[in-house]
């Protein structure tokens, strides 16, 4: 299940690589990380970012609290 969006900058440019997280932030919709990526875009817009879905597991066994 998506829980949320992360904003991510490309280290290597537009070559294929890991993004990394920005900051520990999780966004609630695409609307509002996309909001922040064009923030930052106005101060570097040199910059390659993205916005990354945020997925939780779902868990088919229930946790025993024995």
């Not at 900051?23 to 064009?38: A, H, M, P, R």
């Not at 970012?49 to 024995?66: A, I, M, N, P």
Request: net charge negative.
């Amino acid at each position: 299940m998506i829980i949320g969006f992360v904003l991510l900058v490309s280290a290597c440019g537009t070559d294929f690589c890991d993004a990394m997280p920005v900051s520990d932030d999780i966004y609630l919709n695409q609307e509002s990380c996309q909001l922040v990526l064009d923030a930052i875009h106005e101060r570097r817009p040199e910059a390659i970012l993205l916005c990354g879905e945020v997925w939780r597991e779902e868990s088919d066994d229930k946790e025993s609290t024995d």
